[in-house]
C-alpha cells in the first residue's frame, strides 16, 4: 500500500508539473462594458426640441389675466408634467456635464411650484399664488441655463404667443406682401385733328367820295355873250344886219 500511494503521489506531480515545453494558455477574465443604452446626444436634441417647442407655446397661449387663476396653473402643470414624461420616453443619452439632469430637476422644481400655485389659487388665496410666480421664473431660468449647456434649441426657451383667432398647433398663414397696385386702362384719346388755316379778312376799302361833277355847257350870263362854248364853237354874238 506504501508502494502504491507513493506511486500515486509521483504520477499527481509528474502530471502538475507537465513538460517545460507546454505552452500555457493563460485564463483571463475580461471584463464587459455595458452598451449604451440611450441616443446620442445630437440624437436626442433632435428628437427633444420639436416636443419642447410644442409645450413652450401651449403655455404661452393659455389665456391668463393679470392673477394667476387656478385654471391657468392647472393647465401649465399638466403641460410641464407631459413635457417630462415625452423627453424621458426618448431614452437616457449621455450626461457627461450633468446638465440634463439639471434641467430635468427644474421641470420637478416648476411642477411643485405649479401645484401650489394652484392650490392657492382655488382657495382664493391670490397674494400667495402670485408670489410663488417669482420662484416659478427662478426655476425656468435654471432650465434656460442647462438647456443651453446641453445644447437644446427649444428646450428651456418661452414660447410665442399666437395672434388672435389662431388655434395652438396650427401654423398661422404669412402675410403676403403688398403687391404694387396695378393701373387701371385709361381710355384712348382720339388724335386732335389741325385746325384749317383761317384766311384772314381784308379790310373793307375805305369809301371814296365820288368827284364833284363836271360843268356841262355855258349859261347866259347876260347881254352880248355867254360864259361857256358849245360843241364844234361858239359865235361870239350876232352882228347887225
Same mark, same amino acid.
Given at each position: ?32 462594458? #455595458? ?29 391668463? &389675466? ?38 430635468? /430637476? ?15 389659487? /382655488? ?5 400667495? /399664488? ?14 434656460? &441655463? ?7 434649441? @427649444?428646450?428651456?426657451? @418661452? ?18 406682401? #403688398?403687391?404694387? #397696385? ?14 384749317? #388755316? ?7 376799302? @375805305? ?7 363836271a360843268p356841262t355847257g355855258g349859261t347866259d ?7 361857256? &362854248?358849245? =360843241?364844234?364853237? =361858239?359865235?361870239?354874238?350876232? &352882228?347887225?344886219?
Open positions: 500500500m506504501i508502494l502504491v500511494a507513493g506511486a500515486a503521489a509521483f504520477s499527481v506531480t509528474a502530471v502538475g508539473c507537465g513538460d517545460d515545453d507546454d505552452p500555457i494558455t493563460p485564463i483571463t477574465t475580461e471584463a464587459t462594458t #455595458p452598451e449604451a443604452s440611450g441616443p446620442s446626444d445630437a440624437d436626442f436634441v433632435a428628437s427633444a426640441d420639436p416636443v419642447c417647442a410644442e409645450a413652450n407655446a401651449a403655455i404661452a397661449n393659455l389665456s391668463a &389675466g393679470t392673477e394667476v387663476s387656478s385654471v391657468a396653473a392647472g393647465q401649465q402643470l399638466e403641460i410641464t408634467q407631459g413635457l417630462i414624461e415625452s423627453l424621458q420616453a426618448l431614452g437616457d443619452p449621455a450626461d457627461p456635464d450633468g446638465s440634463l439632469a439639471e434641467y430635468y /430637476a427644474s421641470l420637478e422644481d416648476q411642477v411643485a411650484v405649479l401645484e401650489q400655485q394652484e392650490e392657492a389659487a /382655488a382657495s382664493g388665496d391670490t397674494v400667495t /399664488a402670485n408670489a410663488l410666480a417669482t420662484e416659478l421664473d427662478a426655476a425656468r431660468n435654471v432650465a434656460l &441655463g442647462a438647456a443651453d449647456d446641453y445644447g437644446f434649441e @427649444e428646450c428651456g426657451q @418661452e414660447g410665442t404667443a399666437l395672434p388672435a383667432g389662431t388655434e395652438p398647433g396650427v401654423t398661422p398663414p404669412a402675410t403676403p406682401a #403688398p403687391s404694387a #397696385p396695378v393701373p387701371e386702362p385709361s381710355e384712348p384719346v382720339a388724335p386732335v385733328t389741325p385746325a384749317e #388755316p383761317v384766311t384772314p379778312v381784308e379790310p373793307a376799302p @375805305e369809301p371814296v367820295e365820288p368827284p364833284p361833277p350870263t347876260g347881254e352880248g355873250g355867254s360864259t361857256g &362854248g358849245t =360843241s364844234g364853237g =361858239s359865235s361870239g354874238g350876232v &352882228g347887225p344886219g
